[in-house]
């Protein structure tokens, strides 16, 4: 054990892991890769803490984690819900302990949680929501943060031995694999529990409403284009969105006619989406707008033109008019509904 | 709309009022003996007059052996003093920051344009022109800084407020600093340090002979070739030029060994290389800006906003609209006329030695000429067809205050660009028409769709002179190989059913000479035909398709699995099987389904001929193919054109 | 029930804060404003809607800072607040939170509460911290970012509606005493009565805020302070081990692959081929 608190105490770059299901947040691969860069210019290892209460298989993390610079790998074992505190008190109890410099965390709302959490257990500040990580003239490490309504940057230092609890803002660093080769080591499982916040149960989880939810976070989405051809057939959408509970999204034509607002616009002058699945009516596929089509798991492309670019990436192709396509799965959906209601 | 687009940028103490610029670029403007002509400062004075931010003017020869095409500004001798100092002055009249861009092309010159040998770091033939450039001395090379140094010298008499030193696209510093060109064993060869020497000396020189001025760099971010400079590697030399003292860094991309980028085409994704300016923004607090392929203000706006890049450059959108900066402030999004990355009128006709114009905008070079002003006496005016020409000249007869009538037999407006943005990849196309149509729409032009001209109309509408914009149309194909097999031209092609095109084996015959036999070679391979084959009679097929739209069509058409070749005469068939000789050889082409000859279109002038006979006291104008089968931008610019002469 | 909600005034810029780059001109005191931290408002509204759906609530806005910060009180009695207790110190500066959550945490425990209630984060500088630490401090449980607070039958503990990200909500179930973090209120935040707004000065208690506190050394040192510029986002950039012609072909691509499929020979309708496909993949249910 003395050996492994040895060991520990090399890392003085720590970073939290996020996981979702069996996976980890791109917010944490973001993060460890700017981390890892930080740490290979000031001749650190870094750390990873990774909360083990979802599907995580550990091995298979260390060896995944340590091409992005992760050193060494350390499960924190917590009760699962609500595990922002518990995870956030144990890791300000072993940063006591080890004193690394700083313990990153992308900012996520769990993400946030926890370095609070962190952070009152040290008794320190948080610096929150950075959106720049460096190094000063003697190899410090430097934070920017936005204020006043990101109008405002302040760039600050590390001063004196404090441990320094930080959230880096999502979405800014692009993943590198930047350690090919590297394995991390895994460390053995951590303990974290704190009895308090266990008082605290969930009773129900309630689904955004994809009437209002921002087609960034839609789970589901029907997109129309150019094909849908008039007002009237958008409708058309907005319909089947309600029968699948999905959201609403439109290509820059859709836009330009005004069947849709801008905030509904996918593409590169519009959004980026990332649903479970998406059908794409009268929409031809021009690039500019498959660009915010990357994320999609599953893509249904309806089009009169078999040639479409959309069909090529479609994981189900409907050559006809989308329109007709629509109306007639509407009506199809509302007769299974009455019959399932009868029955 | 656009708030971070209309953000004042400081530099030094120069403020640049938006963040839109135009990058430096030749227009062949200049006179053969290298000054800057009226023609040049008009094209300037109306771009900075429309708005621009920043505008980084031609690239200047700084030494007698580079003349890109030769019209070229000789910036490496007094006598462009004068006339550098008219453009400069006239630019900054509307608030406009002006930067001078400090070229030598290197070993990406023909010898044919200077009559001496062209010049590079080392001794390596140059991919693209095929010629083996002399290898600077060691004292050459230091005398070449001293040409940098004096040219930048002679900008600042001109009242530049900055210079820019051109690092990227291939050209001469691009070759000092990349170890595919430059093998030198002396002080500006070999290590890192070593290649960056040429560009630092120059920088420094620069800030010498230029206090207080800008000082920035056009870098290629990324080679794209094996061996060549990576991203890694740009990203390490623009961190080391920009610790001497820059004040921007612009990212480009594209040179000799792969070509394109430098003038993307509509393949290209929008914003497609932003990616470079973003990863040195990362690295540097130098205001960096991006260009390639940026062609709306919101797409500006959200580069920015994303913390991308610090300016824009908007080039060719600010060709195809001088008044994109302006539009877009106040929020008229619907009039900028578009950009498509067509590169027909662009870089087409710098390829032809000629002076740049546009597809979209006749007016580019022609400022004065072409300036639409309102008509002494206005006129009703009928123009027949709704096609890109007669469009044009609907808009800006309309604009002049005539009273215009606009027929057009099909229910859409659009004509021949319909076909011609139908094909793969040419979607874009359309969106020229879209913008006359959107401007027609708001002009007072009564639009007749659906409805063919007939000369009752014509007689009825007590015109006072019509313009004929009736197109052409595709013929029965100018040759038949065999009676055994279909033969067809290009419009029947393009309508063919499904049954008639998938697993045939399909025979393109180029007699358009220009992009359509590989358009319908494309479509037809993509509607999974079982093979398609063009031939051409010519060194080329696409002869006359300027390089980049056909380097990439290649492309396209290479995954497809179509072939094509050139010098060939079908010398004769047997049943479904084809012999053709080429270059001395027979080469057999089995199993043919079917023919499609892509002809030239043949003049629709039935209307036209009526008038003449029975109405010979109106007065008639031809615009676009039915005047002489054509392209589209040859349309539009008739169309300008007949409409200024009305 | 004793709800105590923490409130505070925050510093905001005037206009349009992309009409310029420099700084000085963004924060010269003409162009800056104080007002009420909104999610604090929020906080407010919900107290009053608890007193107003349960009755025999007492409501305790508490304020840190100079003369300044009295007016988040004034408006916290305009909005229903019952006792209003003034930290009369100079105002924190950011990286203090620590100090500011020991001092919330001494007045709190000192008179006793079942809830208190803060906003998610403030509009200025927008740790987030406070509220947490200040749970921390007191040992009690919290949660964070509610959007719908309620008391379970009995009263003994909170039913919260919580945002969790997305648009979605998680409901929990909390015992009392505890600390919530208000990210909106069910409706907007009411305005503030005008005549409680104008008497609430006689109801002020102000009390030393500076007594009995340890400084804390803040970790960090303040190195530039300039106009924020965007961070460039993350941004899709081709595979830096391919070759040059294949790291354009991802570009071309926009990086998206082609997906090869099956041509599909089918008889069947459109509309069929959507409902199976959508069956088949588990988006609809069948009957």
């Given at each position: 054990m003395e050996r492994v608190r040895k060991e520990m105490e090399q890392q003085r770059l720590w970073v939290v892991a996020e996981s979702q299901g069996e996976e980890l947040k791109e917010s944490t691969y973001e993060l460890l890769t700017e981390v890892a860069r930080l740490a290979a210019q000031r001749g650190n290892k870094v750390m990873v803490l990774l909360d083990t209460a979802g599907d995580i298989a550990l091995e298979k993390m260390a060896e995944e984690l340590g091409v992005y610079g992760a050193e060494a790998i350390l499960p924190l074992a917590s009760a699962g819900q609500n595990s922002s505190r518990q995870v956030g008190e144990a890791i300000a109890a072993l940063a006591k302990e080890l004193h690394p410099d700083a313990v990153f965390i992308a900012e996520t709302i769990w993400g946030h949680e926890v370095a609070s959490w962190t952070a009152a257990g040290l008794g320190t500040a948080l610096l929150a929501d950075c959106v720049e990580l460096g190094l000063g003239v003697n190899q410090e490490l430097t934070m920017s943060r936005h204020v006043y309504g990101d109008t405002v940057a302040i760039k600050f230092a590390a001063a004196g031995e404090q441990t320094l609890v930080v959230t880096v803002q999502s979405g800014l660093f692009n993943v590198k694999k930047s350690f090919p080769g590297q394995k991390a080591r895994l460390l053995e499982r951590h303990p974290a529990r704190a009895g308090v916040c266990e008082s605290v149960k969930v009773l129900e989880f309630i689904k955004a409403d994809p009437k209002t939810v921002d087609i960034i976070d839609a789970e589901r989405l029907v997109v129309g284009g150019k094909g849908m051809g008039t007002a009237e057939n958008y409708a058309l959408i907005r319909e089947t969105a309600e029968v699948l509970s999905a959201a609403v999204g439109g290509t820059r034509v859709a836009r330009d006619n005004g069947w849709v607002s801008l905030v509904r616009q996918i593409g590169q002058t519009g959004k980026t989406v990332a649903p479970e699945l998406l059908i794409s009516c009268g929409v031809s596929g021009a690039i500019q707008h498959t660009m915010g089509l990357k994320e999609t798991k599953c893509l249904v492309a309806i089009n009169t033109d078999k040639h479409a670019p959309i069909h090529k990436l479609a994981d189900l192709s409907i050559v006809e008019d989308a329109p007709k396509v629509l109306a007639e799965f509407i009506a199809k959906m509302k007769t299974t509904a009455e019959r399932r209601q009868s029955v | 709309m656009f708030p971070r687009l209309f953000t004042p940028l400081k530099m030094k103490d120069f403020t640049i009022p938006n963040r839109i610029m135009a990058t430096g670029?030749?227009?062949?403007?200049?006179?053969?003996?290298?000054?800057?002509?009226?023609?040049?400062?008009?094209?300037?004075?109306?771009?900075?007059?429309?708005?621009?931010?920043?505008?980084?003017?031609?690239?200047?020869?700084?030494?007698?052996?580079?003349?890109?095409?030769?019209?070229?500004?000789?910036?490496?001798?007094?006598?462009?003093?004068?006339?550098?100092?008219?453009?400069?002055?006239?630019?900054?009249?509307?608030?406009?920051?002006?930067?001078?861009?400090?070229?030598?092309m290197g070993r990406e010159m023909i010898s044919v344009d200077t009559m001496r040998p062209i010049v590079a770091p080392s001794a390596i033939m140059d991919p693209m022109k095929r010629e083996v450039p002399h290898e600077l001395s060691t004292a050459e090379v230091k005398e070449m800084v001293g040409y940098y140094i004096a040219a930048a010298e002679r900008a600042v008499k001109a009242g530049y407020d900055g210079l820019e030193v051109h690092c990227a696209h291939g050209y001469l510093l691009q070759q000092f600093l990349s170890p595919l060109s430059n093998q030198r064993t002396d002080e500006y060869g070999g290590s890192f340090e070593n290649r960056l020497r040429i560009v630092r000396e120059i920088i420094a020189g620069c800030k010498k002979v230029a206090p207080g001025k800008i000082i920035g760099i056009r870098i290629d971010g990324d080679e794209f070739a094996d061996g060549g400079l990576t991203m890694e590697d740009v990203q390490q030399i623009v961190v080391a030029l920009d610790a001497d003292g820059l004040d921007y860094i612009g990212l480009s991309a594209g040179h000799a060994l792969n070509y394109p980028p430098i003038f993307p085409n509509m393949d290209f994704p929008l914003g497609c290389f932003t990616y470079l300016a973003s990863n040195i923004k990362r690295l540097v607090n130098t205001p960096v800006y991006t260009s390639h392929r940026i062609n709306d203000p919101a797409l500006a706006e959200k580069i920015l906003e994303d913390g991308h890049a610090d300016l824009i450059a908007m080039t060719r959108a600010t060709i195809a609209d001088p008044e994109l900066p302006l539009k877009a402030k106040e929020e008229r999004i619907d009039d900028i006329r578009p950009c498509v990355a067509c590169l027909q009128r662009c870089f087409g006709r710098l390829r032809l030695r000629a002076p740049i114009s546009c597809l979209g905008n006749p007016a580019v070079g022609k400022e004065r000429e072409f300036a639409i002003t309102a008509a002494p006496n206005p006129k009703k005016v009928a123009v027949v067809g709704g096609g890109p020409g007669g469009m044009e000249a609907a808009r800006v007869l309309s604009q002049r205050g005539h009273t215009v009538v606009l027929y057009e037999k099909e229910q859409e407006l659009g004509g021949m660009l319909k076909l011609g943005s139908s094909v793969p990849n040419r979607e874009e196309l359309f969106n020229i028409s879209r913008w006359q149509i959107i401007q027609l729409e708001q002009s007072n032009v009564a639009i007749k769709t659906g409805h063919e001209a007939t000369l009752e109309d014509l007689k009825a509408g007590n015109y006072d002179a019509v313009v004929f914009a009736t197109g052409a149309e595709y013929?029965?194909?100018?040759?038949?190989?065999?009676?055994?097999?279909?033969?067809?031209?290009?419009?029947?092609?393009?309508?063919?059913?499904?049954?008639?095109?998938?697993?045939?084996?399909?025979?393109?015959?180029?007699?358009?000479?220009?992009?359509?036999?590989?358009?319908?070679?494309?479509?037809?391979?993509?509607?999974?035909?079982?093979?398609?084959?063009?031939?051409?009679?010519?060194?080329?097929?696409?002869?006359?398709?300027?390089?980049?739209?056909?380097?990439?069509?290649?492309?396209?058409?290479?995954?497809?699995?179509?072939?094509?070749?050139?010098?060939?005469r079908v010398e004769g068939v047997d049943g479904k099987d084809f012999t053709v000789s080429h270059e001395g050889w027979e080469v057999v082409l089995p199993d043919i389904d079917l023919v499609v000859v892509v002809d030239k279109p043949k003049v629709n002038t039935t209307l036209a001929k009526q008038v003449e006979q029975e109405l010979p006291q109106l007065k008639t104008y031809l615009v676009g193919n039915c005047a002489s089968p054509r392209l589209t931008p040859d349309a539009i610019h008739d169309g300008y054109r007949i409409a200024l002469e009305v | 029930?004793?709800?105590?909600?923490?409130?505070?005034?925050?510093?905001?810029?005037?206009?349009?804060?992309?009409?310029?780059?420099?700084?000085?001109?963004?924060?010269?005191?003409?162009?800056?404003?104080?007002?009420?931290?909104?999610?604090?408002?929020?906080?407010?509204?919900?107290?009053?809607?608890?007193?107003?759906?349960?009755?025999?609530?007492?409501?305790?806005?508490?304020?840190?800072?100079?003369?300044?910060?009295?007016k988040a009180l004034r408006v916290a009695r305009g909005m229903g607040a019952d006792e209003l207790i003034w930290l009369d110190r100079p105002a924190f500066a950011g990286g203090q939170e620590m100090e500011l959550a020991r001092l919330l945490a001494q007045e709190v425990s000192g008179r006793g509460f079942d809830l208190v209630l803060c906003g998610?984060?403030?509009?200025?500088?927008?740790?987030?911290?406070?509220?947490?630490?200040?749970?921390?401090?007191?040992?009690?449980?919290?949660?964070?970012?509610?959007?719908?607070?309620?008391?379970?039958?009995?009263?003994g503990s909170l039913r919260v509606e919580r945002h969790v990200g997305k648009g979605n909500r998680e409901v929990v179930q909390c015992p009392l005493p505890a600390v919530v973090t208000v990210e909106r209120s069910r409706q907007a935040p009411r305005y503030p009565g005008v005549a409680r707004y104008l008497t609430a000065g006689k109801k002020i208690v102000r009390k030393d805020g500076t007594a009995g506190l340890q400084p804390v050394t803040a970790p960090v040192i303040p190195l530039e302070t300039k106009k924020a510029q965007p961070r460039p986002k993350k941004i899709f950039i081709p595979d830096e081990n391919l070759s040059g012609a294949d790291r354009m072909k991802m570009i071309m691509s926009g990086g998206m692959a082609r997906k090869k499929k099956k041509k599909a020979q089918t008889q069947v309708s459109g509309s069929e081929q959507l409902y199976n496909f959508l069956l088949k993949h588990g988006f609809i249910e069948r009957l």
């Amino acid at each position: 054990m003395e050996r492994v608190r040895k060991e520990m105490e090399q890392q003085r770059l720590w970073v939290v892991a996020e996981s979702q299901g069996e996976e980890l947040k791109e917010s944490t691969y973001e993060l460890l890769t700017e981390v890892a860069r930080l740490a290979a210019q000031r001749g650190n290892k870094v750390m990873v803490l990774l909360d083990t209460a979802g599907d995580i298989a550990l091995e298979k993390m260390a060896e995944e984690l340590g091409v992005y610079g992760a050193e060494a790998i350390l499960p924190l074992a917590s009760a699962g819900q609500n595990s922002s505190r518990q995870v956030g008190e144990a890791i300000a109890a072993l940063a006591k302990e080890l004193h690394p410099d700083a313990v990153f965390i992308a900012e996520t709302i769990w993400g946030h949680e926890v370095a609070s959490w962190t952070a009152a257990g040290l008794g320190t500040a948080l610096l929150a929501d950075c959106v720049e990580l460096g190094l000063g003239v003697n190899q410090e490490l430097t934070m920017s943060r936005h204020v006043y309504g990101d109008t405002v940057a302040i760039k600050f230092a590390a001063a004196g031995e404090q441990t320094l609890v930080v959230t880096v803002q999502s979405g800014l660093f692009n993943v590198k694999k930047s350690f090919p080769g590297q394995k991390a080591r895994l460390l053995e499982r951590h303990p974290a529990r704190a009895g308090v916040c266990e008082s605290v149960k969930v009773l129900e989880f309630i689904k955004a409403d994809p009437k209002t939810v921002d087609i960034i976070d839609a789970e589901r989405l029907v997109v129309g284009g150019k094909g849908m051809g008039t007002a009237e057939n958008y409708a058309l959408i907005r319909e089947t969105a309600e029968v699948l509970s999905a959201a609403v999204g439109g290509t820059r034509v859709a836009r330009d006619n005004g069947w849709v607002s801008l905030v509904r616009q996918i593409g590169q002058t519009g959004k980026t989406v990332a649903p479970e699945l998406l059908i794409s009516c009268g929409v031809s596929g021009a690039i500019q707008h498959t660009m915010g089509l990357k994320e999609t798991k599953c893509l249904v492309a309806i089009n009169t033109d078999k040639h479409a670019p959309i069909h090529k990436l479609a994981d189900l192709s409907i050559v006809e008019d989308a329109p007709k396509v629509l109306a007639e799965f509407i009506a199809k959906m509302k007769t299974t509904a009455e019959r399932r209601q009868s029955v | 709309m656009f708030p971070r687009l209309f953000t004042p940028l400081k530099m030094k103490d120069f403020t640049i009022p938006n963040r839109i610029m135009a990058t430096g670029h030749l227009t062949h403007f200049a006179s053969l003996d290298g000054q800057v002509t009226q023609r040049l400062i008009d094209y300037h004075e109306a771009r900075a007059k429309g708005g621009l931010g920043l505008v980084v003017t031609e690239s200047m020869a700084v030494h007698p052996s580079t003349a890109q095409s030769q019209y070229v500004v000789h910036l490496y001798d007094d006598k462009v003093l004068p006339g550098l100092t008219e453009l400069v002055s006239t630019i900054k009249k509307y608030g406009t920051v002006v930067v001078c861009q400090l070229h030598h092309m290197g070993r990406e010159m023909i010898s044919v344009d200077t009559m001496r040998p062209i010049v590079a770091p080392s001794a390596i033939m140059d991919p693209m022109k095929r010629e083996v450039p002399h290898e600077l001395s060691t004292a050459e090379v230091k005398e070449m800084v001293g040409y940098y140094i004096a040219a930048a010298e002679r900008a600042v008499k001109a009242g530049y407020d900055g210079l820019e030193v051109h690092c990227a696209h291939g050209y001469l510093l691009q070759q000092f600093l990349s170890p595919l060109s430059n093998q030198r064993t002396d002080e500006y060869g070999g290590s890192f340090e070593n290649r960056l020497r040429i560009v630092r000396e120059i920088i420094a020189g620069c800030k010498k002979v230029a206090p207080g001025k800008i000082i920035g760099i056009r870098i290629d971010g990324d080679e794209f070739a094996d061996g060549g400079l990576t991203m890694e590697d740009v990203q390490q030399i623009v961190v080391a030029l920009d610790a001497d003292g820059l004040d921007y860094i612009g990212l480009s991309a594209g040179h000799a060994l792969n070509y394109p980028p430098i003038f993307p085409n509509m393949d290209f994704p929008l914003g497609c290389f932003t990616y470079l300016a973003s990863n040195i923004k990362r690295l540097v607090n130098t205001p960096v800006y991006t260009s390639h392929r940026i062609n709306d203000p919101a797409l500006a706006e959200k580069i920015l906003e994303d913390g991308h890049a610090d300016l824009i450059a908007m080039t060719r959108a600010t060709i195809a609209d001088p008044e994109l900066p302006l539009k877009a402030k106040e929020e008229r999004i619907d009039d900028i006329r578009p950009c498509v990355a067509c590169l027909q009128r662009c870089f087409g006709r710098l390829r032809l030695r000629a002076p740049i114009s546009c597809l979209g905008n006749p007016a580019v070079g022609k400022e004065r000429e072409f300036a639409i002003t309102a008509a002494p006496n206005p006129k009703k005016v009928a123009v027949v067809g709704g096609g890109p020409g007669g469009m044009e000249a609907a808009r800006v007869l309309s604009q002049r205050g005539h009273t215009v009538v606009l027929y057009e037999k099909e229910q859409e407006l659009g004509g021949m660009l319909k076909l011609g943005s139908s094909v793969p990849n040419r979607e874009e196309l359309f969106n020229i028409s879209r913008w006359q149509i959107i401007q027609l729409e708001q002009s007072n032009v009564a639009i007749k769709t659906g409805h063919e001209a007939t000369l009752e109309d014509l007689k009825a509408g007590n015109y006072d002179a019509v313009v004929f914009a009736t197109g052409a149309e595709y013929d029965e194909p100018s040759v038949v190989f065999t009676a055994d097999l279909p033969h067809i031209n290009l419009r029947q092609a393009l309508d063919l059913e499904d049954d008639q095109v998938e697993d045939k084996n399909i025979l393109v015959i180029d007699r358009d000479f220009h992009n359509k036999a590989l358009g319908i070679a494309e479509q037809l391979a993509e509607r999974e035909a079982a093979g398609v084959v063009i031939l051409s009679s010519e060194a080329d097929v696409a002869v006359d398709l300027e390089s980049i739209n056909k380097m990439m069509a290649n492309e396209r058409l290479t995954e497809l699995d179509v072939k094509w070749l050139s010098k060939t005469r079908v010398e004769g068939v047997d049943g479904k099987d084809f012999t053709v000789s080429h270059e001395g050889w027979e080469v057999v082409l089995p199993d043919i389904d079917l023919v499609v000859v892509v002809d030239k279109p043949k003049v629709n002038t039935t209307l036209a001929k009526q008038v003449e006979q029975e109405l010979p006291q109106l007065k008639t104008y031809l615009v676009g193919n039915c005047a002489s089968p054509r392209l589209t931008p040859d349309a539009i610019h008739d169309g300008y054109r007949i409409a200024l002469e009305v | 029930m004793r709800v105590v909600v923490l409130v505070k005034m925050t510093k905001v810029i005037r206009g349009n804060p992309y009409r310029t780059d420099n700084l000085e001109a963004l924060l010269n005191e003409k162009n800056l404003a104080l007002a009420v931290n909104s999610y604090d408002l929020a906080a407010l509204e919900e107290a009053q809607q608890l007193k107003e759906l349960y009755g025999d609530v007492h409501i305790t806005a508490v304020t840190a800072g100079p003369e300044s910060a009295v007016k988040a009180l004034r408006v916290a009695r305009g909005m229903g607040a019952d006792e209003l207790i003034w930290l009369d110190r100079p105002a924190f500066a950011g990286g203090q939170e620590m100090e500011l959550a020991r001092l919330l945490a001494q007045e709190v425990s000192g008179r006793g509460f079942d809830l208190v209630l803060c906003g998610l984060k403030s509009d200025d500088v927008g740790t987030g911290m406070v509220g947490v630490a200040l749970a921390g401090l007191l040992g009690v449980p919290a949660v964070t970012r509610s959007v719908n607070i309620g008391l379970q039958v009995g009263r003994g503990s909170l039913r919260v509606e919580r945002h969790v990200g997305k648009g979605n909500r998680e409901v929990v179930q909390c015992p009392l005493p505890a600390v919530v973090t208000v990210e909106r209120s069910r409706q907007a935040p009411r305005y503030p009565g005008v005549a409680r707004y104008l008497t609430a000065g006689k109801k002020i208690v102000r009390k030393d805020g500076t007594a009995g506190l340890q400084p804390v050394t803040a970790p960090v040192i303040p190195l530039e302070t300039k106009k924020a510029q965007p961070r460039p986002k993350k941004i899709f950039i081709p595979d830096e081990n391919l070759s040059g012609a294949d790291r354009m072909k991802m570009i071309m691509s926009g990086g998206m692959a082609r997906k090869k499929k099956k041509k599909a020979q089918t008889q069947v309708s459109g509309s069929e081929q959507l409902y199976n496909f959508l069956l088949k993949h588990g988006f609809i249910e069948r009957l």
